[in-house]
C-alpha cells in the first residue's frame, strides 16, 4: 500500500463521500410504498433510458457512447431520429399543430460534466429543435430561446427551414378545425374557476376518431465513466393555443440532471410538470437515497396531492390525465412511473448495454 500523508488521506476520503453516502442510501431505503406493476433494473457500463417511443432513439444513443461520445450528443443524436420520422405525430417533423395549424416545437437539453442547459420554445418550421437546443447550450451564455429569435439562432447556424405539417397531420387538424366546439383550451367566463382541461381535448378527440397526445421523447444517459446527458423534446400537447410551451423545454420540469447524482424527464400533462418541478424533485429524491422509481413515484404521488381542479379530477378524487416519470440514477439504475395504468398502461425504453427493449412502468393510479 503506498503511504499517504495526513492532508492527502483526508482529501482522498472527502472526495469519495458523495459516492459512498449515495450508495449506502440507496441501500438502506425500503422498497417504494404503493409500486404497483412494472419493472426497475441496473447496469454498470453505459445506460440509456427514454420514454416508450424511444427505442430507437436508445439504441443509437448506446451506439454512439461505446464510440467514446459525450453522452449529451448521444442522447440528442438519438431522440434525432424520432424528431425526423414522420409517422411519429408526437416529435418533431409532422407532429400535431397548434389550434392555427402550425407545428411549434419545444426542447431542453442538459450536460452534466458542466452543469450547462440549453433549450428552445414554441420554435418553427425547424425540424430538430433538440440539436438547437444543444448549440444553445454550448454556444450562447442564455438557457433558452423562443419563437422568432430561437427560429432566427437556428437559421444563423445553417438549419433549413421547412414545413413540419405533413399532408397526414395537416388532414387531422383540419377535421379538428372543422368540429371545433367549446372543448378547447380557451376558458369562458363563467369557467375560469374550475377551469377546463386538456383531458375534454381528448375526449373530443377520441370522439372524432383523431390522434390526441401530449407528445414527448425524453432520453437520457450514463457513460463508462458516470457523466451523465440527458435530452427532452415534443411537439406539445396537440391543438395547443399558440405560444403554449409545456414542461420539455423548462429545465427542472420536463428535464433535469446533475452529474454526481442522475437525470430524470417526464411526458404526460407538460402544466402538472411545471407546476411540480418534477425533473428537479425526481433527481433530488435519488440524491436523498430513494431508486430511480421510488424516486418517480414520490413526484407522482406529489403531483395526485396538489392536484384539486375538479375538472382534473376523476370521481374517485384522482387525477385524470396522465404524467410518465423516468429517471436514471449514476451508478446505472434506471426506473420509471406513470400516474395512471390507463388501459394497457405507459411503457419506457432502455439500454442496459445488452439489448434496446421496452419495459412496462410502474404505475400509481389504476
Not at 105 to 126: F, Q, R, W, Y
Not at 143 to 170: C, D, M, P, Q, Y
Not at 320 to 326: G, R
Not at 333 to 339: D, E, K, N, R, T
Request: hydrophobic share 40%; aromatic share 4%.
Amino acid at each position: 500500500m503506498n503511504h499517504l500523508d495526513r492532508r492527502s488521506f483526508i482529501t482522498t476520503a472527502a472526495a469519495s463521500l458523495p459516492a459512498l453516502s449515495l450508495a449506502a442510501a440507496a441501500k438502506a431505503r425500503p422498497a417504494a410504498r404503493g409500486m404497483r406493476g412494472g419493472a426497475a433494473g441496473a447496469a454498470a457500463g453505459p445506460v440509456c433510458i427514454s420514454s416508450g417511443n424511444g427505442l430507437p432513439a436508445v439504441t443509437k444513443a448506446m451506439e454512439l457512447l461505446r464510440q467514446g461520445s459525450d453522452p449529451l450528443d448521444a442522447v440528442v443524436e438519438g431522440v434525432t431520429i424520432v424528431e425526423d420520422d414522420p409517422s411519429d405525430n408526437s416529435v418533431g417533423f409532422g407532429g400535431l399543430p397548434n389550434e392555427d395549424g402550425v407545428v411549434q416545437l419545444d426542447s431542453s437539453v442538459m450536460h452534466g460534466p458542466t452543469h450547462k442547459a440549453g433549450a428552445v420554445g414554441a420554435i418553427e418550421n425547424i425540424k430538430n429543435p433538440a440539436r438547437v437546443a444543444l448549440l444553445v447550450c454550448r454556444r450562447t451564455d442564455h438557457v433558452i430561446i423562443v419563437g422568432e429569435g430561437a427560429k432566427r439562432f437556428a437559421l444563423a447556424h445553417g438549419f433549413k427551414e421547412e414545413n413540419l405539417l405533413t399532408e397526414e397531420s395537416r388532414r387531422i387538424w383540419l377535421r379538428w378545425k372543422e368540429n371545433l366546439n367549446p372543448n378547447d383550451d380557451w376558458l369562458d367566463d363563467d369557467q375560469r374557476i374550475g377551469g377546463r382541461s386538456d383531458r375534454r381535448l381528448q375526449s373530443m378527440a377520441e370522439q372524432l376518431g383523431l390522434p390526441f397526445h401530449y407528445g414527448t421523447i425524453h432520453c437520457s444517459a450514463v457513460d463508462a465513466n458516470g457523466d451523465i446527458g440527458s435530452v427532452t423534446t415534443t411537439s406539445g400537447l396537440s391543438y395547443k393555443i399558440p405560444g403554449r410551451i409545456g414542461d420539455s423545454p423548462i429545465i427542472g420540469a420536463g428535464n433535469f440532471c446533475d452529474n454526481a447524482v442522475g437525470a430524470a424527464g417526464a411526458t404526460g400533462r407538460g402544466e402538472a410538470v411545471i407546476q411540480s418541478c418534477g425533473a428537479f424533485q425526481a433527481v433530488q429524491h435519488m440524491a436523498a437515497g430513494d431508486d430511480p422509481t421510488a424516486a418517480c413515484l414520490k413526484v407522482l404521488r406529489w403531483i395526485a396531492d396538489h392536484t384539486r381542479r375538479r375538472d382534473l379530477l376523476n370521481d374517485r378524487g384522482e387525477p385524470n390525465f396522465n404524467v410518465v416519470m423516468y429517471a436514471l440514477r449514476k451508478d446505472g439504475m434506471y426506473g420509471s412511473a406513470c400516474l395512471r395504468k390507463m388501459g394497457r398502461g405507459a411503457a419506457f425504453s432502455v439500454h442496459d448495454g445488452t439489448e434496446a427493449r421496452r419495459m412496462e412502468c410502474t404505475y400509481l393510479h389504476e
